[in-house]
């Protein structure tokens, strides 16, 4: 059992994509749940995140044009992004935490490719 992600594909630049990822809500109960995006050769990299109390991080090349979002209950999570430029094509992975010590990514989608022409 895992996460699922959807709402990925190719966009020109400066559209908007919404991602969802859902999954049973058990993985959503226990802390912060986030994407995380792999550029081609690089290092998987956290884009965004959000606390159960709603507290929001975004890195600093999306602040103002994504916005995470998720629902509890019905176990999803959403990365709504706007103004879309080329160098967001990535591969976007949603993640769950778990708390063991601290809040520890464990739970992950199969990722999802997002294209900006």
């Known amino acids: 059992v895992q996460l699922v992600e959807s709402g990925g594909g190719s966009v020109q630049a400066g559209g908007s994509l919404k991602l969802s990822c859902t999954g049973p809500?058990?993985?959503?109960?226990?802390?912060?749940v986030g994407w995380f995006r792999q550029f081609p050769g690089k290092e998987r990299e956290l884009v965004s995140s959000i606390r159960k109390d709603g507290t929001t991080t975004y890195t600093d090349d999306v602040k103002g044009r994504f916005i995470i979002s998720r629902d509890d209950v019905k176990g999803v999570m959403t990365l709504e992004m706007n103004n879309l430029k080329t160098e967001d094509t990535a591969v976007y992975t949603c993640?769950?935490?778990?708390?063991?010590?601290?809040?520890?990514?464990?739970?992950w989608g199969q990722g999802t490719q997002v294209t900006v022409s």
């Open positions: 809500t058990y993985m959503f109960k226990n802390c912060a």
């Open positions: 993640s769950a935490g778990k708390r063991k010590l601290a809040c520890v990514w464990n739970y």
